[in-house]
């Protein structure tokens, strides 16, 4: 169930993107909203296999199939959303690694998350426009990396949406995801799968709604007939 499109090389199965929307669906189909495959599956998992270098791909992959390397990204930051690249949250060229400081919020895994996927400004100045941007792997455990509260939302409460704070974390360069400069591309590219799968996702749960309504309406009775027979 975790990551079918990772090759066998790295301990999955090779399987092209209908097999995780037919997981996507059958999950939402039978209502299992604490089931968070879908964004390790279709959002965060196809960053490493589409853009990771091989020794990141080594390290990470197996354990995301396994499960026991939940990725999140993070985009969004408290002055942040649709509008990204206000991002403010910066990486500074150290040499050997880059300086990272900034916070995220609303980060879906944010408090389980083992790597985050992190969209920072790697170049500080404002006429960079969208060539400032890079995502830096940043791991559990990295001095500085904190998370803060699992936010209260409406619904979807088994899914954790937290604050994220990186206050001086040295991430090491081999922890650049692909090339420094290319962050919002590499967004660009697959932010229109995540939004696919959310949709594939809600018209299965429509679709599974609506039936469930027809299947009730068809069996319960009042004032001695069938609901969906008034
Ligand atoms: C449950 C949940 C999980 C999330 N998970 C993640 C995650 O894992 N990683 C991550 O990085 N982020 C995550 N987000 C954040 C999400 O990506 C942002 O909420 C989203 O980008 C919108 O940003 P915003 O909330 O700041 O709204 P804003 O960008 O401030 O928008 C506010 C309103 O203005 C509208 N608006 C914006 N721009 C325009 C425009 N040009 N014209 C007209 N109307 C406009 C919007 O449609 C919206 O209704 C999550 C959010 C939620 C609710």
Avoid: W
């Avoid at 500074?92 to 920072?120: E, M, R």
């Avoid at 704070?165 to 290319?182: A, I, Q, R, S, T």
């Amino acid at each position: 169930m975790l990551c079918p499109g990772v090759s066998e090389e790295y301990g999955g199965v090779g399987a092209d993107f209908r097999y995780n929307m037919v997981i996507a669906e059958e999950v939402s189909r039978l209502g299992l909203t604490g089931i968070g495959f879908s964004l390790h599956n279709d959002v965060t998992t196809p960053y490493l296999t589409n853009v990771a270098n091989e020794a990141q791909k080594q390290k990470f992959l197996p354990r995301c199939v396994s499960g026991y390397c939940i990725i999140a990204i993070a985009m969004t930051e408290p002055g942040t959303g649709s509008d990204l690249q206000g991002i403010k949250t910066s990486a500074v060229d150290k040499g050997d690694h880059y300086l990272l400081n900034g916070s995220k919020t609303f980060i879906t895994c944010g408090q389980q998350a083992d790597i985050v996927l992190v969209v920072c400004r790697t170049n500080q100045d404002p006429a960079a426009g969208a060539k400032a941007f890079s995502i830096l792997i940043v791991e559990d455990g990295m001095p500085g990396f904190e998370r803060g509260r699992n936010l209260d939302k409406l619904g979807q409460k088994a899914q954790d949406t937290s604050e994220l704070f990186f206050n001086d974390v040295k991430v090491p360069k081999e922890n650049l995801l692909g090339e420094e400069g290319m962050g919002f591309i590499y967004l660009m590219r697959e932010l229109p799968q995540e939004r696919l799968s959310i949709a594939v996702s809600a018209m299965a749960s429509c679709k599974s709604v609506i039936e469930q309504t027809v299947n009730y309406v068809k069996e319960r009775k009042a004032f001695g007939k069938r609901i969906a027979e008034f």
